[in-house]
């Protein structure tokens, strides 16, 4: 069975340049996750989706981030402009959701992202 | 709020040996899960154990263990006969369910264990 699959693996891009990661969870995996995690740090959630429907997306600066998943599969996040502090490791994750009594997440290898 | 702490940023230990990290998490909730995700250098992050904490049985999987001490809110991992390829961040990580629907997962911020040959 193929795992959480991401790309790019690594993007360089210059501050105030759009960027775009794609996530592909595994299959029959109602639940995605969007993470961010820093240098030496734990994952941050920025958004979780439950099908199609973002159920938490508390955490996700609205004002440049945005995120979707069409379809209730793949899913795209995307940051514009990007500054220097958007570098981070991009993280998405997903798990089968509620019919799951503990939720186990896989992730997927994420996307490091480098803002010059 | 519930927050996750792993007050051990870096440990080390021999190949063979036996290596305890910690972990301690702060809630009011009575039912939620705890885990481990083991995070090797290529990045990937797997699940390692999990403890459900309505169970009072320690969870174990293989070489791997937790002390699960609900009322001092302490979830550590033990980790048997250290190999090479258990190098990796070790993250400790907490799940409740909120309402119908929803619920919230805190990582904390991880543990770096280097595996000495």
């Known amino acids: 069975e193929a795992g959480v699959v991401q790309s790019p693996r690594y993007k360089i891009i210059e501050k105030k340049q759009p960027v775009a990661f794609w996530c592909n969870p595994i299959?029959?995996?109602?639940?995605l996750y969007w993470y961010l995690q820093n240098l030496g740090q734990g994952p941050e959630l920025l958004i979780r989706y439950e099908n199609e429907e973002a159920v938490d997306d508390s955490q996700l600066p609205k004002d440049r981030f945005s995120a979707e998943r069409l379809k209730g599969v793949d899913s795209t996040l995307k940051i514009q402009p990007a500054e220097l502090g958007d570098s981070a490791v991009y993280l998405c994750?997903?798990?089968?959701?509620?019919?799951?009594?503990?939720?186990?997440?896989?992730f997927g290898p994420g996307t490091r992202l480098t803002v010059l | 709020a519930q927050t996750v702490t792993q007050s051990q940023p870096e440990m080390s230990v021999q190949e063979a040996e036996t290596v305890t990290l910690s972990c301690t998490y702060d809630t009011s909730e009575s039912n939620y899960y705890l885990f481990w995700y083991k995070q090797p250098p290529s990045r990937q992050m797997i699940l390692v154990i999990r403890?459900?904490?309505?169970?009072?049985q320690n969870a174990t999987e293989n070489r791997f263990s937790v002390n699960f001490q609900k009322a001092a809110k302490s979830f550590s991992l033990k980790i048997s006969d250290s190999q090479l390829g258990d190098t990796a961040m070790y993250f400790c990580a907490f799940m409740k369910p909120i309402i119908s629907g929803t619920y919230k997962y805190i990582f904390g911020t991880g543990t770096r264990l280097k595996v000495l040959a």
């Open positions: 994750a997903s798990s089968l959701g509620l019919s799951s009594s503990y939720n186990e997440q896989f």
């Open positions: 403890q459900e904490a309505y169970k009072q």
């Open positions: 299959s029959g995996h109602n639940t």
